[in-house]
């Protein structure tokens, strides 16, 4: 069969366990159906009744009749999470932050995905040319929804040119399908200097408001631009002026779409107020956050989260000081959060330290992309008090690791200071400083 999958992993007591079933074991169908991936798997066994066909190590097949609740899982896990291999990018786009990269770094680091699957697992977003009629049909079949767009642009032949693909232009008609079948989407626009900006970007914009209510929302991000940029298409920062005109652009549709969709439908990121001078947005115009990983309203989202839970305390009188490594974006907030708290805590002292990204490149201000290397070299002979706070975001996921494989035990001893790893709310921030954990 061309799709077979080896299980790794069964728990104990669980119907997989009970029928007999190994880690080592491959599943070859379900009710003679061959699994494609993990959403074919989720979808057969949610039936009552079901037949597996189990193969051993030594080739012997089991067929194996089970009889169970309607969505009951079966308590086996596979070597791969998806069931399959994961697709990569075929696209060359003038703004991928992976091309980008220094060599020499971990390979996982320059795996490009492009696979409409992970979106919807893990919120990737997906240019639509690595997706195929099949791929269409399983996303609607199995509602795989929200899929998240990388658009880039609604002028097909500009985006066949940033995408450096002739098929980039043809691949937006797949909206059109997901549209009609009521798909939830997300977009995304990442603006480059003198390609999608201005006209560009207002044409795109009223193309995409088509496609409400089912695409809820878009954000533009600007270009991440690094200091390895050798042999690629030259792109310019934005100046504050033109991060203006970005921002006037953008509200000037939110108050012609809210009124009529109840949706404010485009979104600026965190960075284009920062670079304007310009004041975050109030909580009610993000839509109750539908963008946050691409930096949409995270900085809003932390100061009021600390402020409510700053509310709920009382203040105390024990002593203490701590210091706090940030991204550029980021510093000025959490200082205003931070004299917030002493005004509350007037014996904690917290002293905000802005991390420059000389590994990457000054352009790069957000704390996610700050190399171990950058916080030693930034931090040593500073007074760090009694422990260092950093966001989680400067790790990999679920991983005590840098990006440049410095580890938290590596800045620790270099430092010579304890790490405080706080997770992304405000709520954590403020348990992280009072020194307690939830």
Not at 7 to 14: D, E, L, P, Y
Not at 154 to 181: I, Q, S
């Amino acid at each position: 069969m061309a799709h077979e999958h080896r299980i790794c992993s069964v728990q104990q007591g669980s119907i997989a366990w009970e029928m007999g079933i190994e880690p080592g074991d491959k599943l070859l169908a379900v009710d003679g159906q061959e699994i494609e991936d993990v959403f074919d798997y989720r979808y057969y066994i949610e039936e009552e009744e079901l037949v597996l066909l189990i193969e051993k190590p030594d080739g012997e097949q089991w067929e194996l009749e089970i009889e169970k609740e309607s969505y009951e899982d079966l308590g086996m896990e596979f070597e791969q999470g998806l069931m399959d291999e994961y697709r990569s990018c075929r696209n060359r786009c003038i703004f991928c932050f992976i091309d980008q990269m220094p060599p020499g770094m971990r390979d996982t680091l320059y795996f490009k995905d492009d696979d409409s699957r992970l979106s919807f697992l893990q919120g990737n977003y997906v240019t639509l040319t690595n997706m195929s009629k099949h791929d269409l049909e399983r996303i609607i079949r199995f509602r795989l929804e929200p899929i998240n767009i990388s658009f880039q642009t609604m002028n097909p032949d500009l985006r066949c040119r940033m995408l450096h693909n002739r098929f980039a232009g043809e691949a937006l008609k797949k909206v059109d399908t997901l549209y009609e079948a009521g798909i939830e989407m997300n977009g995304q626009i990442v603006l480059c200097k003198g390609f999608n900006d201005g006209e560009e970007l207002d044409r795109s914009i009223r193309e995409l408001t088509r496609y409400l209510p089912h695409l809820r929302s878009v954000s533009v991000v600007p270009v991440g631009l690094t200091r390895f940029r050798e042999g690629l298409e030259p792109l310019e920062p934005f100046t504050k002026e033109e991060a203006r005109q970005v921002l006037e652009l953008i509200h000037g549709w939110q108050e012609r779409l809210y009124p009529e969709h109840g949706l404010h439908f485009i979104h600026a990121s965190d960075e284009w107020y920062i670079l304007a001078g310009e004041e975050l947005p109030g909580e009610e115009t993000y839509d109750g956050y539908l963008q946050l990983e691409n930096g949409v309203g995270m900085l809003r989202l932390l100061q009021n989260e600390f402020s409510q839970a700053l509310d709920g305390e009382t203040g105390d009188w024990e002593e203490r000081r701590i210091s706090l490594a940030t991204g550029l974006l980021a510093a000025p907030y959490l200082r205003q959060m931070a004299l917030k708290l002493r005004e509350k805590f007037p014996r904690t002292e917290i002293t905000v330290y802005p991390i420059k990204n000389e590994f990457f490149g000054e352009q790069i201000t957000v704390s996610g992309l700050i190399t171990g290397q950058d916080l030693v070299k930034q931090l040593a002979g500073q007074d760090l008090a009694e422990r260092l706070l950093l966001p989680s975001n400067m790790l990999r996921a679920e991983e005590d690791v840098f990006l440049d494989d410095f580890t938290v035990s590596d800045v620790e001893n270099a430092l010579q200071v304890p790490l405080n790893i706080v997770k992304s709310s405000g709520q954590d921030l403020l348990d992280a400083i009072l020194d307690r954990i939830r």
